[in-house]
Antibody
Framework: QVQLQQWGAGLLKPSETLSLTCAVYGGSITDYSLSWIRQSPRQGLEWVGQISHGGGTKYNPSLKSRLTVSLDTSKNQFSLKLTSVTAADTAVYYC??????????????????????WGKGTTVAVSS | QSVLTQPPSASGTPGQRVTISCSGGSPNIGKNFVYWYQQLPGAAPKLLMYRSSQRPSGVPDRFSGSRSGTSASLAISGLRSEDEAEYFCAAWDDSLSGWVFGGGTRLTVL
């Protein structure tokens, strides 16, 4: 079973950059898509962004202008950078792997992925 | 405000059957599988149901899931005290090109 270990700064001032890293153990990150999700009392669970095993990214439109998700295959890690943080970015941030499923329906190939393993979460507070 | 709508709370007594609903729209539940997660206090969410009705190994068959149109539901039969947790639904949203979640349902076992 894949396990995730995540780390990063937990207390930031407004306008600073949030940086988190997630290491994947028990599997290769090239076998998965990888996501960041955050959770706060105000917003509940909110998808932040995703990076595929090939390096392609998808971002939540509300965060896209400030967000970068990247992959380091040599270390089996992926990272999140969110610039110009405000109090609204205060949340528990989770990294997660997405199992990728591929198949063929009649003659049409398909693929989809789903979030299965979650990291333990990193509490990030933004306060002056 | 969450894209998927769940009741904020549900409750039942040990042994009872409880159902939690999740309502969405055409771009998400209407076109894609639904996933359910269980979150115990102070812990990360754990996958409980995938592809709307499939249980990962280790999840008891007391848990079942279904999807119809733009809604889905999670049923828990033979309720046990250890089922007390928060339950979230999720689906890929084709309009957002990303994941959307329900607001969560806190289940209390009376």
């Amino acid at each position: 079973q894949v396990q995730l270990q995540q780390w990063g700064a937990g207390l930031l001032k407004p306008s600073e950059t949030l940086s988190l890293t997630c290491a994947v153990y028990g599997g290769s990150i090239t076998d998965y898509s990888l996501s960041w999700i955050r959770q706060s009392p105000r917003q509940g669970l909110e998808w932040v962004g995703q990076i595929s095993h090939g390096g392609g990214t998808k971002y939540n439109p509300s965060l896209k202008s400030r967000l970068t998700v990247s992959l380091d295959t040599s270390k089996n890690q992926f990272s999140l950078k969110l610039t110009s943080v405000t109090a609204a970015d205060t949340a528990v941030y989770y990294c997660a792997t997405e199992t990728v499923v591929r198949g063929v329906y009649i003659t049409t190939p398909y693929s989809y992925s789903y979030i299965d393993v979650w990291g333990k979460g990193t509490t990030v507070a933004v306060s002056s | 405000q969450s894209v998927l709508t769940q009741p904020p709370s549900a409750s039942g007594t040990p042994g009872q059957r409880v159902t939690i609903s999740c309502s969405g729209g055409s771009p998400n539940i209407g076109k894609n599988f639904v996933y359910w997660y269980q979150q115990l206090p102070g812990a990360a969410p754990k996958l409980l149901m995938y592809r709307s009705s499939q249980r990962p190994s280790g999840v008891p068959d007391r848990f079942s899931g279904s999807r119809s149109g733009t809604s889905a539901s999670l049923a828990i039969s033979g309720l046990r005290s250890e089922d007390e947790a928060e339950y979230f639904c999720a689906a890929w949203d084709d309009s957002l090109s990303g994941w959307v979640f329900g607001g969560g349902t806190r289940l209390t076992v009376l």
